[in-house]
């Protein structure tokens, strides 16, 4: 259960619309841009164009968004200092460096070196964000996992900043790749499990993957069921992750979580991530169309059908 203090409450309303829905643009990605910019050479992909492309996505999608979640190393500075930035929409801050420590089943997320949460309040975000792997049958490396929440949870409380707290799930059997048959029939119970354990140590909002792979499991009757046992498993609001997925694949998603529970989204490649192939005018034309609509759509469905992230039993208030 979440305890929040009045400073935490200020700034989750600030990533949140009038009604407490997220509806949250990410743009924090890092490696995963540069795969997408130059796919055969991404190393070679410069700071200055991921900086560009993100204050670009800045400038068409922001105003749209309740908050945006930016990384502090290429875009939340800049963004901040652009003219584009628009001043009623929240700032969220990643944390954790790209990547993992460890072999592959094993996984540990370093953090950004000369990064924290104090000093993300200082720059100005409303919360800072947490990628987390994660794997509850990881022995060590989950124990290793939860340490390092429980150290974050802290700085939050201390400097009264919400914690948004994303796990990604992954296979421990090198044998099988996560998009695969094999995995998907146990992920409903490693993502449901993750969300029970994880929220239960005191993270503000949980982005949350679906808990069931669309390529996989395909039948509505089985996705509600898998979102209610997520939403009465989960101790915090939570937001449903893009996590890469098409965009008509998430809206699909998005009302079903919505109805079981969930307080909105946080999405970024499902909306924007054909304008990393774009450039110049095709580029802006894009993210002022294309992307724009999207993100109006899924606001438009956590509008009708999702949850206030306060109202809801998961909450306690702290006052100092």
Request: aromatic share 8%; charged share 25%; net charge neutral.
């Amino acid at each position: 259960m979440s305890a929040l203090s009045t400073g935490k409450i200020k700034n989750l309303r600030a990533c949140a619309t009038a009604r407490g829905h997220f509806t949250i643009l990410a743009a924090d990605h890092r490696d995963a841009l540069r795969v997408m910019i130059a796919p055969d050479a991404p190393n070679h992909v410069p700071a200055a164009a991921l900086t560009e492309i993100k204050l670009e996505i800045v400038r068409h999608l922001a105003p749209a968004a309740s908050a945006v979640l930016l990384d502090p190393i290429y875009s939340a500075a800049q963004a901040l200092a652009s003219e584009h930035w628009p001043g009623g929409t929240g700032l969220l801050c990643a944390l954790e460096e790209q990547g993992y420590l460890g072999d592959a089943f094993s996984r540990r997320t370093p953090m950004l070196e000369g990064w924290s949460v104090e000093k993300s309040r200082r720059l100005g975000a409303n919360g800072v964000k947490i990628l987390l792997f994660y794997h509850p049958d990881s022995g060590e490396a989950a124990e290793a996992q939860e340490v390092l929440v429980r150290s974050i949870v802290e700085d939050c409380r201390r400097h009264e900043i919400p914690f948004f707290l994303e796990p990604i799930s992954y296979p421990l059997d090198p044998k099988i790749k996560k998009n695969s048959p094999e995995f998907a029939r146990a992920r409903r119970r490693v993502v449901i499990e993750s969300a029970r354990r994880l929220s239960a140590l005191g993270a503000d909002v949980m982005k949350v993957e679906f808990p069931l792979d669309a390529g996989h499991d395909s039948d509505p009757g089985l996705w509600a069921e898998a979102c209610a046992e997520l939403n009465e498993a989960c101790a915090a609001p939570w937001a449903l992750l893009s996590a890469g997925e098409p965009f008509e694949t998430f809206k699909d998603q998005l009302p079903v979580a919505c109805r079981a529970g969930c307080s909105g989204f946080v999405a970024g490649r499902a909306l924007w991530q054909e304008a990393a192939k774009l450039s110049g005018t095709e580029r802006g034309k894009f993210l002022s169309e294309t992307a724009y609509r999207r993100l109006r759509e899924l606001s438009d469905i956590t509008e009708e059908y999702g949850a206030a992230w306060y109202d809801t039993s998961r909450l306690r208030l702290r006052f100092p």
